[in-house]
């Protein structure tokens, strides 16, 4: 399973943009680089999801260079409501047989602060 | 509301005894999975499955049997609950390749 590296915390304030750098040296071909945010006593919500390049939608940006060992969650002009913890996952599932399971890091937690 | 249905939310157990965690989707999703959380950690994958009638163990297996005998259930049993069960766990499902898991509320388990 591909490990990721992600920075434990990071504190950000109001309205600025949010850049959270996630390492996954090992990845596989057929990897796919999925972005989740969890607050407190709730389960995992997926915020956004790519293989290359970038990849946007309403709530964040998702930068991966060429060689895939490293991308970037982009959330721009954050709110007290999106201090989270965010975790970045590597995997695939397969169509059939046996699949390649998600394997969750400890995640950043991210603080908003006024 | 179409999602990923745990059930019981909280449930306090004595060292030894058994019990089942349900949880339920109405997606259709072929992919489903039980995850554990301990305090200030992130998930570990316990057991998940491809499709009906077929699972494997993940990380943290011992201790978890799970079956999965049609799409929507994916039950999680603890045969002989311990102290190191006391956790939050969370059922997650998805579609195939390249979609997301969608997650549980979570049941939160304490055992004494």
């Known amino acids: 399973l591909a490990k990721t590296t992600q920075p434990i915390s990071m504190d950000s304030y109001e309205g600025q943009e949010v850049n959270i750098t996630c390492s996954h040296n090992?990845?596989?071909?057929?990897?796919?680089i999925t972005w989740y945010q969890q607050f407190p006593s709730q389960g995992p919500r997926f915020i956004i999801q790519g293989y290359k390049t970038k990849v946007t939608n309403e709530v964040a940006s998702l930068f991966i260079p060429a060689d895939r060992k490293s991308s970037t969650l982009s959330l721009p002009r954050v709110s007290l409501s999106d201090t989270a913890v965010y975790y970045c996952l590597v995997g695939v599932h397969h169509s059939s047989g046996s699949a390649r399971q998600l394997t969750f890091g400890s995640g950043t937690q991210l603080t908003v602060l006024p | 509301n179409a999602g990923v249905t745990q059930t019981p939310k909280f449930q306090v157990l004595k060292t030894g005894q058994s019990m089942t965690l349900q949880c339920a989707q109405d997606?259709?999703?072929?992919?489903m999975s039980w995850y554990r959380q301990d305090p200030g950690m992130g998930l570990r994958l316990i057991h998940y499955s491809v499709g009906a009638g077929i699972t494997d163990q993940g990380e943290v297996p011992n201790g978890y049997n799970v079956s999965r005998s049609t799409t929507e259930d994916f039950p999680l049993r603890l045969l002989s609950a311990a102290p190191s069960q006391t956790s939050v766990y969370f059922c997650a499902s998805s579609y195939s390749k390249g979609v997301g898991y969608t997650f549980g509320s979570g049941t939160r388990l304490t055992v004494v």
């Open positions: 997606m259709n999703h072929e992919y």
């Open positions: 090992n990845i596989a071909t057929n990897d796919y």
